[in-house]
């Protein structure tokens, strides 16, 4: 496999790579919304006797943990795209440069991707722009229901033998 080949080759698994861990944080993002649903369902329900401390505890809870498995995700995808990005500048400025072996630095999946598993804070990158924003409406969302939580009883509508009942009287 000449250079170049091996340029194409560490390009497409970077890609590979960006694929799978965006997936991964899109699955996190649906299994947020649906345990901050359960969360509220359950509230909700007269069976299940869930307190309202105990829930704005919990939801704050689930979006933290959801954030710092969110960062984890984005920081390697952030780091892959980096080296993604180096792969491309080198292979356009070679394309059809001289025969020389010298200008390809790789293949370096495994330490891009060992250098976004150890960053602690996700970089201002393409990854946290576009998603910044879902970020943002989950925490505001999270934050004003714990704050403005109606009471359980006052949001149960009446039931229909309850209003059968109350007519009867």
């Given at each position: 496999?000449?250079?170049?080949?091996?340029?194409?080759?560490?390009?497409?698994?970077?890609?590979?790579?960006?694929?799978?861990?965006?997936?991964?944080?899109?699955?996190?993002?649906?299994?947020?919304?649906?345990?901050?649903?359960?969360?509220?369902?359950?509230y909700y329900t007269e069976?299940?006797?869930?307190?309202?401390?105990?829930?704005?505890?919990?939801?704050?809870?689930?979006?933290?943990?959801?954030?710092?498995?969110?960062?984890?995700?984005?920081?390697?995808?952030?780091?892959?795209?980096?080296?993604?990005?180096?792969?491309?500048?080198?292979?356009?400025?070679?394309?059809?440069?001289?025969?020389?072996?010298?200008?390809?630095?790789?293949?370096?999946?495994?330490?891009?991707?060992?250098?976004?598993?150890?960053?602690?804070?996700?970089?201002?990158?393409?990854?946290?722009?576009?998603?910044?924003?879902?970020?943002?409406?989950?925490?505001?969302?999270?934050?004003?229901?714990?704050?403005?939580?109606?009471?359980?009883?006052?949001?149960?509508?009446?039931?229909?033998?309850?209003?059968?009942?109350?007519?009867?009287?």
């Open positions: 496999m000449d250079v170049m080949e091996q340029a194409h080759h560490e390009l497409g698994r970077l890609q590979d790579i960006i694929t799978r861990h965006e997936g991964h944080m899109f699955m996190l993002r649906s299994w947020l919304l649906a345990v901050i649903a359960g969360l509220l369902a359950a069976n299940i006797e869930l307190g309202s401390t105990l829930l704005r505890v919990a939801l704050l809870l689930v979006v933290a943990v959801f954030l710092v498995l969110e960062s984890r995700h984005m920081n390697l995808v952030e780091a892959v795209v980096e080296r993604a990005s180096r792969v491309e500048d080198s292979i356009r400025r070679h394309r059809h440069g001289p025969d020389d072996a010298s200008w390809y630095d790789g293949p370096r999946v495994s330490e891009a991707c060992r250098e976004g598993a150890r960053r602690m804070w996700p970089k201002s990158g393409m990854t946290f722009l576009l998603n910044q924003w879902f970020y943002m409406a989950v925490v505001l969302v999270v934050v004003v229901t714990t704050v403005s939580l109606p009471p359980k009883h006052a949001a149960a509508p009446k039931s229909a033998i309850e209003k059968v009942q109350g007519g009867a009287k």
